[in-house]
């Protein structure tokens, strides 16, 4: 972390080639943080097919969903009311898009690394880019766990089987 | 109006010369003659400084915090003053730790930042400095650059041989600079010889930091000015240089100066902890604060009420007199442990004993005197040597760890190098202006960084663009690396920057606190989620549990207020990332405004006075929306019949 903060802002550097390309070397830096523009689109090339379906970040493997575990489902309840609900709704649109159906719209995998690692996402993933179009709001990285997103997961499918 | 449109055109003609620079500072090339420098100090964007370099704040009450080897300003962290910019000191949850004896205190004037050690090292813990004017010494947390814990300090006065730490840090030291009648009294000031005397106080610190106050032992009325203590073989022993053994009370420059000789108090803390364990000492009813965070971050103030007084008479070989010309400023213990160096202010060489001779002396009983049970020992027994022609004014001495000492002189303004070994001066080095302390990274422990030493100047005159009749007073960065002492960077202070310590950024970068987690957060008036967030009325007092992320506040309408109630605003930050603070400020308020930490609760009290809706906004830029980020207070007259109201997710 504390390299991405020592790092140029992205709009700072957007405003710098405005200027006219004035990096001197040093300056082909990935402009990552979360609360500035939109970058360039070229590492979108990059993306895997793994990827583009699962999103970019620590969960690399494909998260298998099993039957739904209530125990996990209730922890997965509290770290959303603690880290989550102060902009997401399940039904309707709040800061954030409604949660209510994202289980059916995206991979447990995707949902992961879009919590556990969203200013890469932001940068990089085509899906998060056009959320942050429509929304014009980064969602903050919250400190979030691998298990506690898993949870988290596991909370969203008892909204979308219609129990919340 | 001539001059504010000189200042625009000025303004603008340096922005073109900025695009100008810009266009042309790609080639690495030098500015003027001074190349050699600039790239010594030069530090690229994005990069890190090698050390952090702790200065106090002196009459602002604060530590600064910079960057060497680019003299960089990263933080100015709040300790003795009140600080607008983040509340402390005016919120709910910080005002205690400004507490005193004497009531609520908003100012101080700090003075020594020293680093906590272990083994004579730095060890990247902690931080202590001290306050001269209401005896404190404060405790700063080195993962948060939060001051975490405040002492006072009673039966003293003017707390400036301070806040000298012994090898590992067992003890953070006090002394009086101003000496009084102890325990306080109303007499006559010309009872001075009879009734003043000083105190040399040692506080305990636990293994998490936690300072308590051992013991006091009761001193003749000099001023004791500095200290430092023994490591390695003089371990167990702490030193501290006293003036006006004259014992003048009025017109000091003068009255003070006439003794060829003062005192270095020699004191073996060792022996004071066994005479306190054989009860050898006095409890004495003494009121004084102890301010520290509880669990929920929220400062407690306990009021003390006593300490256990020594005295050296009832002590025997606790406490010894180490003659030392003339009116000695600082004391200073070489890497080895071996040499104390005396800064004779007015001197006309820095004398500097042997701590194995003042052993000799004291198993031989050379002594010339006692004063108050204190042995005076014989000067000419325990030097080792004296340093001739050291500049005029001679007064702070640190080490490189090569062998050479490196001493302040104030009048003279130099730095002057000389050799531990010959005592010979070997360099000297001009300072710009008035050099007072003087700091090497580590230059006080048994290992220095010897790379640089700091000049740390009281006045800059012409030095830089001048600000009407306040001037910055400066450091001047200066390698010592090579034979002769190169100057490389001047730059500004805040406050007056008596002394500093520095360490290797290494040591503290991975330990810093990012983010309080909100799953540790015991704040009562927490809220630490949307659903918490609420408004309770309870008599006069109407407490506001709101809870903020980027961009909202929650609840951002707020009714059923009434002019005269006392609204706890108590903002808990619902992130959980690094360098998102909220702020938080409400029209008419008569404090500062909030910065809440990500995981935080801080609270403000407001009280309206007049009718109205009044708005409520963050303070400190966070998102794309921030300005988006605001709510509304309705304020209505005192007995309204508008019920509390307010909005939810």
Not at chain 1, 34 to 62: C, K, M, R, W, Y
Not at chain 1, 70 to 76: F, K, S, V
Not at chain 2, 311 to 338: I, Q
Not at chain 2, 541 to 549: G, P
Request: proline share 6%; glycine share 10%.
């Amino acid at each position: 972390m504390a390299t991405t903060r020592a790092r140029t802002p992205a709009g700072v550097m957007a405003l710098l080639f405005l200027l006219g390309g004035v990096a001197c070397g040093g300056a082909a830096d990935d402009g990552a943080n979360g609360s500035n523009g939109a970058t360039g689109g070229d590492a979108e090339a990059e993306l895997t097919a793994f990827q583009v379906e699962h999103g970019i970040g620590p969960i690399t493997e494909i998260v298998e969903l099993g039957d739904l575990d209530p125990e996990m489902a209730e922890a997965g309840e509290a770290v959303f009311t603690t880290k989550c609900s102060a902009c997401h709704k399940l039904a309707e649109r709040y800061v954030g898009p409604p949660l209510g159906d994202a289980t059916t719209q995206r991979s447990a995998t995707y949902i992961m690394n879009m919590i556990l690692n969203p200013k890469e996402m932001y940068e990089r993933h085509p899906e998060a880019k056009a959320l942050l179009a429509e929304y014009l709001s980064f969602m903050p990285d919250q400190n979030v766990t691998p298990e506690e997103a898993r949870a988290v997961v596991e909370y969203l499918r008892t909204a979308a089987d219609g129990s919340d | 109006m001539t001059r504010s449109t000189r200042f625009v055109s000025g303004v603008l003609t340096g922005l073109l010369g900025a695009v100008a620079l810009v266009w042309v500072g790609c080639g690495g090339s030098t500015v003027g003659g001074t190349g050699d420098a600039a790239s010594a100090v030069y530090v690229p964007p994005g990069e890190y400084d090698e050390f952090y370099f702790f200065t106090s704040g002196g009459f602002s009450g604060q530590l600064g915090v910079y960057g060497l080897p680019s003299g960089r300003l990263f933080r100015q962290v709040p300790v003795f003053s009140q600080w607008a910019e983040n509340g402390w000191g005016y919120n709910e949850e910080t005002k205690a730790m400004l507490e005193t004896s004497y009531g609520f205190v908003p100012w101080g004037d700090s003075h020594h930042p020293e680093l906590s050690q272990t083994d004579g090292l730095v060890d990247g813990r902690w931080i202590f400095i001290n306050e001269n004017n209401t005896p404190r010494i404060a405790r700063i947390d080195l993962s948060t650059f939060e001051t975490v814990e405040i002492i006072e300090i009673p039966n003293s006065a003017g707390n400036h041989a301070s806040p000298f730490v012994t090898q590992n840090t067992e003890y953070t030291v006090a002394a009086t600079r101003f000496s009084v009648p102890t325990p306080q009294a109303d007499v006559s000031i010309d009872s001075y010889a009879e009734e003043f005397s000083g105190m040399l106080s040692f506080v305990k610190v636990d293994d998490n930091g936690r300072m308590n106050l051992a013991f006091q032992i009761l001193v003749p009325g000099y001023n004791y000015d500095l200290s430092h203590s023994g490591k390695g073989p003089s371990h167990g022993w702490s030193f501290f240089t006293s003036y006006n053994s004259e014992q003048a009370n009025t017109l000091l420059e003068v009255n003070a100066s006439q003794n060829d000789k003062d005192y270095i108090a020699a004191v073996n803390w060792m022996r004071a902890e066994e005479c306190v364990a054989a009860d050898q000492g006095e409890t004495w009813q003494s009121t004084y604060r102890h301010n520290y965070f509880n669990d929920a971050h929220i400062a407690v103030s306990d009021q003390m009420t006593n300490v256990t007084v020594v005295t050296p008479a009832t002590c025997e070989g606790m406490v010894y007199f180490l003659p030392t010309p003339k009116s000695p400023h600082g004391v200073d213990v070489d890497p080895t442990g071996t040499l104390i160096v005396g800064g004779g202010k007015l001197a006309t060489v820095i004398p500097v004993h042997s701590f194995d001779k003042m052993l000799q002396a004291i198993e031989g009983e050379d002594f010339i005197g006692e004063v108050d049970g204190i042995p005076i020992l014989r000067y000419e027994s325990i030097v080792a040597g004296e340093v001739e022609n050291p500049g005029l004014g001679p007064l702070h001495t640190e080490f490189d760890g090569q062998g050479y000492a490196y001493t302040s002189a104030f009048i003279s303004s130099e730095i002057v190098k000389w050799s531990l070994e010959t005592f010979e001066v070997v360099d000297r080095i001009p300072a710009y202006y008035s050099i007072g302390h003087l700091s090497i990274p580590g230059g006080d422990t048994r290992e220095p960084w010897g790379k640089y030493v700091v000049a740390l100047n009281k006045t800059t005159k012409d030095r830089y663009l001048p600000t009407g009749p306040e001037l910055t007073h400066s450091a001047q960065l200066i390698d010592i690396t090579g034979d002769k002492m190169r100057l490389l960077l001047d730059f500004p202070t805040v406050g007056e920057p008596h002394y500093a310590q520095a360490l290797a950024a290494s040591l503290i970068v991975d330990q810093q606190v990012q983010i309080y987690p909100l799953d540790e957060n015991h704040h009562p008036y927490a809220a630490l989620s949307e659903a918490d967030a609420r408004v309770e009325r309870d008599g006069r007092n109407v407490h506001v549990y709101m809870t903020t992320i980027r961009t909202h506040f929650m609840p951002d309408n707020i009714e059923g207020l009434q002019v005269g109630d006392s609204v706890f605003f108590h903002v808990t930050n619902l992130e959980q990332d690094w360098d998102v603070p909220h702020g938080f400020a409400v029209t008419g308020a008569n404090t500062s405004e909030l910065l809440v930490m990500p995981g935080e609760t801080r609270t403000l009290v407001w009280v309206p006075t007049r009718v109205g809706v009044y708005p409520f906004y963050c303070t400190d830029f966070c998102s794309a929306l921030h300005q988006e980020m605001q709510g509304y207070a309705r304020v209505s007259p005192r007995g309204s019949n508008v019920p509390i109201a307010y909005n939810t997710p």
